[in-house]
Each structure stands twice: as C-alpha cells, then as structure tokens.
Nanobody, 116 residues
Framework: VQLQASGGGLVQAGGSLRLSCAAS????????MGWFRQAPGKQRELVAA???????NYADSVKGRFTISRDNAKNTVHLQMNSLKPEDTAVYYC???????????WGQGTQVTVSS
C-alpha cells in the first residue's frame, strides 16, 4: 500500500488547512485510514481516524475543530482543520491499516505550521 499525502503549509492561528491522502495498491475494503502527528521532541500521536464504515475517532485536543472524511471509491481521506492553534504545529502522517493485512502503512509526512 502506498500513501500519497498533500496539503499542509503555513497558516496563522485561527486559520484553516486541509490535508488529503490517497491510498493505492492492495487495499482491503475493511480498513481504517487516518492522520497522526509528531511535534519536535514529542511522540507521534493520533489526530483522527475513520473506518470504511465511517466510524470516526478524534484526539480530544482536536474535537470540534478538525473533521475527517473519506471517499471509499477513491481510497482517499481528508482532514479539514479549522481554528488552528500554534500547538497544532507538527508533521502530519497519513496512516492506513486493515485487520486483513499484517502491516500498517505510513505516508511521507507533511508539515503543518501554525504561527501565533
């Protein structure tokens, strides 16, 4: 499975950004796609994830500000990030896993920087 992420960039606090990730390769119909992030000196953490059945999971820190969505037909996932805060600054990684695959997969990472 290959993950191609796009979006990210520099935005002022209170602004918005949208991340997208397209999966290709051997995709199992039952899967979860999502976004993790890693800030300098911190561990990688889950931001949001969504299953093929559209069940979602969000980190408490982004609830009400971020929205994850997906297009199953295109194997793509999007993360709409609103009301961004400087503490959202991190490298964001797209992630895919399926119970039918022994591996999970990561995208190349995209930088999100929120200035105060």
């Amino acid at each position: 499975v290959q993950l191609q992420a796009s979006g990210g960039g520099l935005v002022q606090a209170g602004g918005s950004l949208r991340l997208s990730c397209a999966a290709s390769g051997r995709i199992f119909g039952i899967n979860s796609m999502g976004w993790f992030r890693q800030a300098p000196g911190k561990q990688r953490e889950l931001v949001a994830a969504i299953t093929n059945g559209s069940s979602t999971n969000y980190a408490d820190s982004v609830k009400g500000r971020f929205t994850i969505s997906r297009d199953n037909a295109k194997n793509t996932v999007h993360l709409q990030m609103n009301s961004l805060k400087p503490e959202d600054t991190a490298v964001y990684y797209c992630h895919y896993y399926s119970d039918y695959d022994p591996y999970d997969y990561w995208g190349q990472g995209t930088q999100v920087t929120v200035s105060s």
